[in-house]
């Protein structure tokens, strides 16, 4: 008695096909490793990526600037004193700088949004 090399079912002799898989006993197929197929990854998930890539870059350049700018309103100080202008200027510095840090942190998490949305969209 003969198995089939591919579910292992008993064949009998003289039988060319598996009736079980089907199999072709006369050519049984050479056992191969398969080949893993490469994603693509579509036009959604590209603008993704480019989305991702410059909403980092942007809020990280424009929060960066608006923590140098609350530095320098919060160091602003006249000769004769505080004036109420400075002391407006230099409160508003402390929460200009919390701004740039939100913006940064709203950067971080959109961008990182992006490319989970990218990755989604890619095709198997």
């Known amino acids: 008695m003969a ?36 994603s693509k990854r579509g ?9 991702a890539g410059l ?5 990280l350049f424009g929060g960066i600037q608006m923590l140098n700018g609350a530095e320098n309103m919060s160091r602003l100080a006249s000769v004769s004193g505080n004036t109420v202008a400075e002391i407006f200027y230099n409160n508003c510095g402390t929460v200009f700088g919390g701004f740039g ?3 940064i942190a709203c950067g971080v998490f959109t961008g990182t949004f992006l490319i989970y949305c990218g990755f989604k969209n890619v095709k198997k």
């Open 55 to 59: 909403t980092f870059l942007l809020c």
């Open 101 to 103: 840090l939100f913006v």
């Open 3 to 38: 198995f089939c090399g591919l579910c292992g079912k008993e064949i009998s002799d003289g039988q060319t096909f598996c009736r079980e898989c089907n199999n072709n006993l006369a050519c049984p197929q050479a056992e191969s490793q398969p080949v893993p197929k490469r």
């Open 43 to 51: 036009p959604v998930s590209i603008i993704c990526f480019i989305a």
